[in-house]
């Protein structure tokens, strides 16, 4: 029986229109077996609905699009009982979650891997009942990443998002929080943090691959406390680009269950994989393990766990 293929698009994302790459893929596809479906977005929320209404149909649903469409996506399959095989093929941006895959940006190439390689389960994170792939973020240049126009993110790239943080400096202030993870808690004023299933938050904090599973039931909560004076944000912030983190403002720990509570009675603007995620003085982040199965190459700590299996 043919293998049934479902295309969702997002036209609009990155600076990546559909094109003759993108026809090859569909032809890598229908070489392989596979019926293919193409479904467009015109708007946010369609990927959720098309996954959704369509889903159990398909045997894999592939997104060409940015991290947010791939966000949208899932949502949309996580409330199925028979859940498809997830592939990605990526259009964005920032590409964070095609990064900490490994997943190659050209769409024939992208298809291939889809083709070649296993389905591997992944975790996800569900914020207050909403789920989302690898990162909800909240503080100091979390907004510029939903605030930069699609227009300006698309002609100039990443640099669209330095545009709107260099806007926002001036106004960084820091939040009293109480912040849960698992059995441990911290009350202190924070400036920044990110829950995150990724080896990079928006290119600027970089994980270690050795601390990043994508399945093993936890994800990594950064914490950045207020450093003050000029000096110390610079010494901070150098701290972070060469991954040896200045543990006198920065924290990380790693967990599957996160509560987040503003103390002082205030919301706090968050974002879910890049988009806008809501106000809330309170949430409560759990981590699904294993939630959905994606075609990508198996991780560092995968493999090494593979060889420690074999030799067992």
């Known amino acids: 029986m043919k293998k049934m293929l479902l295309m969702i698009i997002n036209p609009r ?27 467009n977005t015109t708007k946010s929320g369609d990927a959720t609905e098309y996954a959704r209404e369509f889903g159990e149909n398909y045997d894999i649903i592939v997104c060409r699009g940015g991290d947010g469409t791939f966000c949208e996506m899932l949502n949309g399959i996580m409330e199925l009982k028979k ?14 979650i095609a990064n900490t895959l490994g997943l190659p940006t050209k769409p024939r190439k992208a298809a291939q891997l889809i083709v070649k390689e296993s389905a591997l389960p992944n975790d996800i994170g569900r914020f207050n009942g909403r789920y989302f792939t690898y990162v909800a973020s ?28 260099a806007k926002e400096i001036k106004d960084i202030h820091p939040v009293p929080m109480r912040v849960t993870v698992d059995d441990k808690t911290l009350e202190g004023d924070f400036v920044f943090g990110s829950i995150s299933n990724s080896y990079t938050v928006g290119k600027i904090i970089h994980l270690s691959e050795k601390e990043v599973c994508l399945n093993d039931g936890k994800f990594e909560v950064f914490l950045a406390g207020n450093p003050g004076s000029a000096r110390a944000w610079a010494d901070t912030l150098t701290s972070v680009v060469k991954k040896d983190f200045d543990e006198r403002y920065i924290h990380l720990l790693k967990g599957s269950h996160i509560e987040i509570e503003v103390l002082d009675g205030s919301k706090l603007p968050w974002t879910l994989d890049g ?6 003085g309170k949430v409560v982040i759990d981590v699904i393990n294993k939630a959905f199965d ?13 060889e420690t299996a074999d030799v067992r």
């Open 13 to 39: 994302s990155g600076r990546n229109k559909l094109n003759d790459d993108l026809l090859e893929a569909t032809n890598i596809f229908g070489v392989h077996g596979y019926g293919i479906t193409v479904l």
């Open 83 to 96: 859940k498809p095989k997830v592939g990605f093929i990526p259009a964005g941006t920032t590409n964070d």
């Open 138 to 165: 909240f503080g100091a240049f979390t907004e510029c990443a939903y605030a930069a126009p699609q227009k300006l993110k698309n002609r100039i790239g990443r640099l669209a998002y330095f545009y709107e943080a």
């Open 275 to 280: 988009e806008y995620g809501g106000d809330d």
């Open 294 to 306: 994606m075609f990508r190459p198996p991780l560092l700590n995968e493999m090494e766990s593979s």
